[in-house]
């Protein structure tokens, strides 16, 4: 089975910076069939949005028009870990932060949740004015 594990979230004032991290179990890449890596967000009282995505063959990446360029994910093959670079942020960017692997799907643009497959327990971000 997949297992995500999310975790550098925090709390810190508008304009700074954090970097999580998800660290993947196993192999998964290439027993899962996994192509496509995602970061999503869930604030209280709203519904999950795509954050980020990134695609593992290539390191292409997509990103919402809320995030780009504050924003930036990349990946370790051989750690088998996706990071986010969260730069400049917003008491707007306060959220509980999702790691997900999407099972033979190559990335198309900023991920949808109804397209990944697998998901991690979430990490707290909090950005105070």
């Known amino acids: 089975q997949v297992q995500l594990v999310e975790s550098g979230g925090g709390s810190v004032q508008a304009g700074g910076s954090l970097r999580l991290s998800c660290a993947a179990s196993?192999?998964?890449?290439?027993?899962?069939?996994?192509?496509?890596m995602g970061w999503f967000r869930q604030a209280p009282g709203k519904e999950r949005e795509g954050v980020a995505a990134i695609y593992i063959g290539d390191g292409i990446t997509y990103y919402a028009d809320s995030v780009k360029g504050r924003f930036t994910t990349s990946q370790d093959n051989a750690k088998n870990t996706l990071y986010l670079q969260m730069n400049s942020l917003k008491p707007e960017d306060t959220a509980m932060y999702y790691c997900?692997?999407?099972?033979?799907?190559?990335?198309?643009?900023?991920?949808?949740?109804?397209?990944?497959?697998?998901w991690g327990q979430g990490t707290q971000v909090t950005v105070s004015s």
């Open positions: 196993g192999y998964i890449y290439s027993i899962y069939s996994i192509y496509c």
């Open positions: 997900a692997a999407a099972r033979g799907r190559y990335c198309s643009g900023v991920p949808l949740v109804s397209q990944y497959n697998y």
